[in-house]
Each structure stands twice: as C-alpha cells, then as structure tokens.
C-alpha cells in the first residue's frame, strides 16, 4: 500500500530544521531549555496544532496517550510546532502536552517548519526516521487507529497491523471482540462482574453511545423496550462508551438494563476502529458463533422493534417482505387507526374520526414551531391548500407536529386550516417510523384508496405550486415535460436589473432560495454562482429585458 510522504527522499537534519540562528534549543512545559542535538537519531513526531482547533483538541489526548506508551523506550520524541494565535493560548495548550515545543516566541521558525513539511490543516503528525527521512505525513491517522501500537511507524509496521486487523476478523469470535488484555468480564450497572463467556453462544449486539448525545438517548428508551422482550431468547447487549466523563458515563450506565465495558476501557477504542464506527448510535449485532451479523441494526431497531431478531438475512427479507405486502394493502384507516385512536382533530378542538376522510386526498404533514424551515414554508402550504381545495374539497391536510411541548403545538396549529393529530400522540412515532422521516418539514401524499402517492410533496408544491396536486407520478412527469418545453425558449443567458454585474445562467438546481421573492426553489433558476444569486423564473426579467 502506497504511504503518502512529502520529501520522502530527503533527510533533514534536526538540529538545523528545528533551530534558528538564535536559537539551539527546543523547551519543556516547565520552561526548561532542551539541546535539540539531543533529540538526534531518535524517531521524532512534529506535532502541528493550536488550542483554537477543536480536532486539535481531541485529537492530542489520544496523541499523549501513546506518547507515554513510547517514550520509555528512550528513542522516541514529539516537538510542538503551534499554531495558536497568542502566548497565552500557546502556554495553555502546551501545559497539557509531556513532550518538547519549538518556543512560541521563534515565530519565524514556526512558519518555515509548516512551508517545508507543507502543513495545509491542522492537527497534522509527521513523523521522522532516525536519520531524519519522514516516515509519513499521516501521524495523525496511525495515532488515531492504531494509537503506540503503530510504533514504529513504517510501512512495513502499519501493513502488517492492517493485514493483522484482515485476519482477526476472518477469525472472530465473541472473546476476540470483548476480551481484551487482561480483562474478560464485562459489568454490569451496579459494578457486578460478569465473564465474557457467559454471553458466549448468544446474539449479542455492541451499543456505541454516548450519554449527553440526543439521538442516543432517545434511541436507548426504544432499546431497552426491545431487550425487555428479548432477554429471554438469549439476546445480550454490550455498552461501548464513548462517553469523556465518568459522570456522564454513570449517569447514562445506570438508566441501562444491560451489560458495558469499564468506563474509558482501552478495548472501546479499539472496538471503534475495528467495526468502522462514524454515527451515534450505532449497534453492531454478534450472531452466536461470534460473526457479525449487522453493522448497524439501529434503524432495523427503530422500524421493527423486536420482530428484527435474530437480525439474520433471512429474517431482514421476511420483513422486506411484510413490509411491501402492508405498502400495497395500506389504507388511511390502517395508519391512522390504533386501538386506542380512531380520529383527528381541528384547530378548535373538534373531533373528526378518520372514517370521514376515507376516500380523499390526504398529505400528512410533519413540522414543528421550532423548525424555522417549517414555518417559513408554512404560508406557501396554506395557499396552496386553499387553492387546491377550492378545486376539490376532498382534499385535506393533516399536521403532525414534532413540538416538544402543547403551547407550542396549539401556537403553530391555530394558523392551519386544516386537521391534526393531537399533540403527543402515539400514532406519531409509527407514522415517523413508517415514512422514515428523517427532517422536517415533510410532507407525504396519500390517494383516495390510501396509497402513498408521493414523499416528496414539500418540493413538488414548491415548484409548481397547487398545479403539482394531486402528486401522482404521472400527474408530475408531464408537468415537468410542459416546463422543460417552456424553459427551451427562455434565454440561457441574461442580466438583472439589481444583479447587472454578472450575467445569470439558466441552470437546474436540487433546492435553492430566491434572491427575489426570498422564498426556496426547487428545479430551473437563473443563478450567479459567483454571487449565491438565483431567481424563479416567475421573479427574473421577462425574457426580452434579459435578451
């Protein structure tokens, strides 16, 4: 595998690179003065970094960590190179670090250090061979998946670590994965003891989170509803923290009824690089014989609860399965009616039972008082609905609010002309679930058989206003046709009276807010991408002021 280094053909000598012509010497966090000849023919990091970089910030503790691994070795040295735009700043952050620093004060070596390695973004790690050829410009990387283990950073070192990794999971099993130097147990919340072997034989899913995180815990609630049930068809759950605090960690620990690794266990670390962690949550699912099943099951989770296990192929394709055959015999009733709830209300409180509006057009529309795109595109929804409905009273919105509280939830509903579920309602998270809706606002289409016409209604009517209704496939294809022909005699090119600097090309865009009408677009602009300036072809100059 190729290694990315910057003058990887030359060696540079230390005492020359990191001294000036004032100056022989490098300092420690105390003050102390430190011969840079003394560094010579040690393996050298240059650690370029700065308390204002927040990456910096993380990364460095993880940086010590393996510094005090390694420098018992005694041929092993970091040299600080700042970046900090202040002394003050520059002794903050250096008072954290165990290793050597270029001074603050030697501005200009600083900056000639970062134009000889190219330093274009920081944190960056080079690394130097004894004789002073760079071993490799991406310190940075190897710290971070390979932490003191990656010493001493050849090539050859960090090849044979990654084929290591190839080969521990072609040979997985539940201890390769939980036991780790000398611990084998997980424990429980009340700091029980429990030995990995115990859970051998079991699925057993890796729940990567971490306490102060929103999405994990509103995910941990729906977790630990599905463990519940589950427990008893030998299903286990292994808490990865990734919490910084042990008070966090604790705090978030005690609300789970399952199993963890100690707080800051060197394993969690080693577990994220191995299952490639990037999102919160995550929930990695261990079949019985320790292969994995699923990368991330916490979507399998959200959208079918404990029917997902055991999280096999086979069962993700009965459920696929399941899931078409509701699609296609879906009907308003089988989404809108529980056991508990069979109606929806008005904006004065009325109630309306959902057998009313069988047989209409209905879109279901998800948006809250906090989100300000809901309520920037709320007056557009408004006109629209009065439009389509003078067209065709059986037609009918219905809000779904994500409000976090009722005052908010009556504040936003009392300006709609139309139904709502009422505010908290169950039917809300099925419905969420159902659509997977992911941001708001959305809204969703459903024919007068109950069918979801279209998810994408939001832009549709955004785009072509009340024209776009009703939101069939077909309906809109042939809109688009009508727009494209029109658009062929619309001058590519042209000026603005307010925007005349530069020309405005006719250009398509996914989604863009017109500097006219200040209201968002969707599809044919004209638009200056110099200036971020685009106009709706309603807004722009008739067509023979732009020629």
């Known amino acids: ?98 290793w050597l620093a270029v001074p603050f004060s030697d501005a200009d070596a600083r900056k000639n250090l970062k134009q000889l390695f190219k330093v274009r973004a920081i944190p960056h790690f080079v690394i130097l061979d004894g004789t002073g050829k760079v071993l490799s410009n991406e310190g940075v ?102 919490d910084e605090k042990y008070e966090d960690f604790k705090q978030g620990f005690e609300t789970m009824p399952w199993l963890g690794l100690p707080f800051k266990d060197k394993n969690c670390e080693r577990l994220v690089r191995y299952f490639e962690h990037k999102l919160l949550p995550q929930l990695v699912v261990i079949s019985p014989d320790g292969k994995t099943l699923q990368q991330n099951a916490v979507k399998l989770v959200e959208e079918y609860g404990d029917q997902a296990f055991p999280f096999t192929q086979e069962k993700l394709v009965t459920l696929a399965n399941l899931k078409k055959e509701k699609l296609e015999a879906q009907t308003l009733e089988s989404i809108l009616v529980t056991a508990d709830r069979d109606f929806v209300i008005s904006n004065v409180g009325l109630k309306v039972p959902v057998s009313k509006l069988v047989g209409n057009n209905i879109v279901l529309y998800f948006a809250a008082q906090w989100s300000l795109p809901s309520r920037e595109f709320l007056p557009k929804l408004i006109t629209t609905y009065e439009e389509i409905k003078k067209k065709d009273e059986n037609f009918e919105v219905i809000f779904i609010s994500s409000d976090q509280d009722e005052s908010s939830f009556n504040n936003l509903f009392s300006s709609m002309p139309w139904l709502a579920l009422p505010f908290d309602d169950e039917r809300k998270t099925f419905l969420s679930r159902r659509f997977n809706i992911v941001g708001i606002p959305v809204a969703i289409a459903i024919s007068t058989s109950g069918c979801t016409v279209n998810t994408q209604v939001r832009q549709l009517l955004e785009t072509h206003g009340a024209g776009a209704y009703p939101f069939t496939e077909e309906h809109i294809k042939n809109l688009q046709q009508r727009l494209d022909k029109t658009t062929m005699g619309w001058p590519k090119k042209g000026k603005d009276e307010i925007h005349n600097e530069h020309e405005l090309a006719l250009i398509h865009q996914q989604v863009y807010l017109c500097s006219g009408c200040k209201e968002i677009g969707y599809g044919w602009s004209f638009f200056c991408k110099r200036c971020d300036y685009g106009l709706h072809p309603k807004c722009a100059p008739k067509q023979e002021d732009m020629n």
């Open 141 to 242: 990387k190897f710290i971070k998946h390979f932490g003191s283990e990656a010493y001493p950073f050849t090539s050859e070192r960090v090849n044979y670590l990654r084929e290591e990794e190839e080969k521990a999971k072609e040979n997985q099993s539940l201890r390769s994965i939980l036991v780790h130097e000398s611990r084998d147990f997980l424990i429980s919340n009340e700091e029980n003891k429990i030995s990995v072997s115990e859970l051998e034989g079991k699925t057993v899913g890796l729940y990567f989170a971490m306490a102060s995180h929103k999405g994990c815990k509103n995910f941990t609630l729906k977790l630990a509803d599905v463990y519940k049930k589950l427990k008893q068809k030998n299903f286990e759950i292994a808490l990865i923290s990734l």
């Open 1 to 98: 595998m190729a290694m990315a280094i910057d003058q990887e053909s030359i060696p540079h000598d230390l005492t020359v690179v990191l001294s000036s012509t004032q100056r022989d010497f490098l300092i420690c966090r105390n003050g102390e003065r430190v011969r840079i000849s003394s560094i010579k023919g040690k393996i050298v990091g240059l650690y370029f970094s700065g308390l204002w970089c927040g990456l910096c910030r993380q990364f460095t503790p993880k940086l010590v960590e393996a510094y005090e691994d390694l420098y018992p070795k005694g041929d092993f040295e970091i040299v600080f190179i700042s970046s900090d735009k202040d002394n003050e700043s520059f002794n903050e952050y250096f008072g954290k670090m165990p």
